[in-house]
């Protein structure tokens, strides 16, 4: 039997070229992660090596951006972490989402006491307080550049969880999911093929929204000093560089700030959109 999927992702397509913040906003991020991607390629600057004769070089032809505390160029390091800042924001929100799309599915089909129980965990994981659970694994693991996103990802599924369990719920007594089970689809197969290809469409809107989330939680743990260790930097270990040199050179904070913005701002208008493109009652 072949899959049915909903909505027609060729008509969201059309519907989100319809909206330019969000055409934009994409456009943003792409020229951001190429940006990040080529510059320390092909910049004659390393991002982590000194220079102690360029120290605090206010932004010129030689350094756009100026350089750091120990001379190094900040357009480099801001490049590289914005590098650090999408990656673990992906990544987290790739955990995330596989946790709670598997959880909530599974809770949504199965029903009763399977449903009770898995959704009753995801009560009780709700007053657990994770950012001080975050820390915590921080300092117990170290300052591990995997344990970042993989604590993130770890305890940022819950809603994901939550929104699909309520989608599952209305999908299971759907025509096509009535007649796949008269012909004796197997339950695995029902919600891998089935359920999971109609699912699609939220479950994209929401990692698109979770991402700038993790990006922000990752920036807070970046400025407490247990986030990325150095030589490396994300966005958010920069601005907390900048912050000790806010009234004599306001270039350190401001660059990677706006930097840290741009991306959450995008990410937050290109999740608008795909939300609006992928509501099939937006067809017009």
């Known amino acids: 039997m072949n899959t049915v999927i909903n ?7 059309r519907r989100l070229k319809r909206r330019p913040a969000a055409l934009i906003a994409l456009g943003m991020l792409c020229l951001i992660t190429l940006l990040a991607l080529l510059v320390p390629l092909i910049s004659p600057f390393d991002f982590a090596t000194p220079d102690w ?15 750091d505390a120990l001379g190094r160029d900040l357009l480099v390091r801001v490049m590289w972490g914005c590098r650090i800042s999408l990656l673990v924001g992906l990544a987290a929100s790739v955990i995330s989402v596989l946790i709670g799309v598997l959880w909530g599915a599974a809770a949504g089909y199965a029903g009763g006491t399977t449903d009770s129980l898995l959704m009753r965990t995801v009560d009780v994981l709700y007053t657990v307080p994770f950012i001080p659970l975050v820390i915590v694994l921080t300092v117990v693991f170290g300052r591990n550049f995997l344990l970042v996103f993989i604590a993130i990802g770890a305890v940022s599924w819950l809603d994901v969880a939550r929104i699909v369990r309520g989608q599952t719920l209305s999908l299971k007594n759907r025509e096509f999911i009535e007649a796949a089970r008269a012909l004796g689809v197997r339950d695995a197969t029902m919600i891998r093929r089935h359920l999971l290809p109609n699912l699609l469409g939220i479950v994209i809107v ?5 991402v700038p989330a993790v990006i922000v939680f990752e920036a807070f743990l970046s400025f407490l000093g247990l986030g990325v260790h150095a030589p490396l ?3 958010g270990t920069l601005v907390a560089e900048g912050a000790h040199h806010l009234k004599s050179y306001p ?10 913005t741009l991306i959450i701002v995008s990410f937050g208008y290109l ?14």
């Open 7 to 13: 909505p027609a992702y060729g008509q969201a397509w």
């Open 53 to 67: 004769d360029e120290i605090f070089q206010a932004p010129s032809a030689a350094h756009w951006f100026g350089t």
């Open 206 to 210: 929401y990692a698109t929204l979770t």
């Open 233 to 235: 930097a994300s966005l």
């Open 251 to 260: 270039y350190l904070l401001t660059i990677p700030a706006l930097f840290l």
């Open 271 to 284: 999740g608008d959109g795909l939300r609006d493109a992928l509501d099939p009652h937006e067809a017009r």
